[in-house]
């Protein structure tokens, strides 16, 4: 399996990581938005061809596949344009920054019988997944999820402390991985939907600070606050409020109710979340299989999202 990969940040290096664990997978090219920061990635990671042009990539006969770890606004446009040059295409969270466009990419996946999928991370951290297999089990169910978002972006920086050329999200990035978690754990989709948002920031033109609601017909409900003004520990956690027993997640590490830790070890082959999501979009293209976070599987997580943003829109 032959690897593409554009997007050298935070989460292009998290990929790299991981494909190198994988049996029979090559990283055979690279993109940067700049030549020498593709250049020095490629050296670092034995590469054999960086540039800046994508599209050139995509034209390649050396390259079966393409992760795509850029700028969430070009997102839908490059996993549409990977998919019509006849290559697999993973894409990280989210899919696209609109309702429309994820459903156009869905449509070309369609199209093209191509496998896309998208960055779901969290059904393949360890800790959600040892969650999912009891729930699948039978052994429990959720009753509510309360989640925590917290970040400190007064500026664009990365997940890594370096300066971002793009502006990131809360509504179409980081809520997306809860809003697709919630319905994936919950089985069932979100009937109600609703979200407030603090001020604008006058620099970014983005919400520093977003609550949301989430309810399925059942009654499952789920809490989200998330903010960039979190000056304090970074990142999320999920509170799991189930019929039997509460759990906290932090990525892919887990406790109970009581802080007490539960070995999430032999869930899967590895305990990196990236690794995982990177290991069953190869072994979905072997087998012609869909894969979990297939951009079909996700598209009830980009409606609510979309009817999010309306409702944000008009208030």
């Known amino acids: 399996m032959r690897i593409a990969l554009a997007g050298t940040g935070a989460f292009g290096t998290k990929h790299l990581d991981g494909l190198a664990k994988i049996d029979g997978v090559t990283v055979t090219a690279l993109v940067s938005r700049r030549q020498e920061q593709a250049e020095e990635f490629a050296r670092a990671y034995g590469v054999p061809h960086a540039t800046t042009d994508l599209d050139e990539v995509l034209a390649r006969d050396d390259v079966d596949a393409v992760i795509l770890a850029t700028p969430t606004q070009l997102h839908a446009r490059q996993a549409i344009a990977a998919m019509r040059a006849g290559k697999h295409v993973q894409v990280e969270i989210p899919a696209a920054d609109s309702r429309a466009g994820a459903l156009e990419v869905a449509e070309v996946q369609r199209e093209t019988g191509l496998t896309c999928m998208v960055g779901h991370t969290r059904r393949f951290n360890p800790s959600h997944q040892w969650i999912r297999r009891r729930i699948v089990a039978g052994e429990l169910s959720v009753q509510q999820m ?114 007490e830790p539960i070995d999430v070890s032999g869930v899967d082959v590895s305990v990196n979340g990236i690794e995982l999501q990177d290991r069953e979009f190869i072994t979905a293209i072997r087998s012609g299989r869909e894969p979990n976070a297939s951009i079909s599987s996700v598209l009830p997580c980009y409606q609510v999202l979309g009817d999010l943003e309306e409702q944000l829109s008009a208030s």
């Open 146 to 259: 309360d989640v925590q978002t917290f970040f400190f972006r007064r500026t664009n920086m990365n997940a890594a402390g370096q300066p971002r050329s793009w502006t990131d999200h809360l509504l179409w990035h980081h809520a997306a991985h809860t809003v697709d978690l919630f319905q994936y754990q919950a089985g069932e989709p979100v009937t109600v939907a609703r979200a407030v948002q603090g001020p604008v920031h006058p620099e970014l033109g983005i919400a520093m600070d977003m609550a949301v609601l989430l309810r399925t017909a059942s009654g499952r409900l789920c809490t989200l606050s998330l903010s960039f003004n979190n000056d304090g520990p970074l990142g999320s956690f999920f509170r799991y409020i189930c019929d039997n027993g509460t759990y906290i997640a932090r990525y892919d590490d887990l406790v109970n109710g009581y802080e």
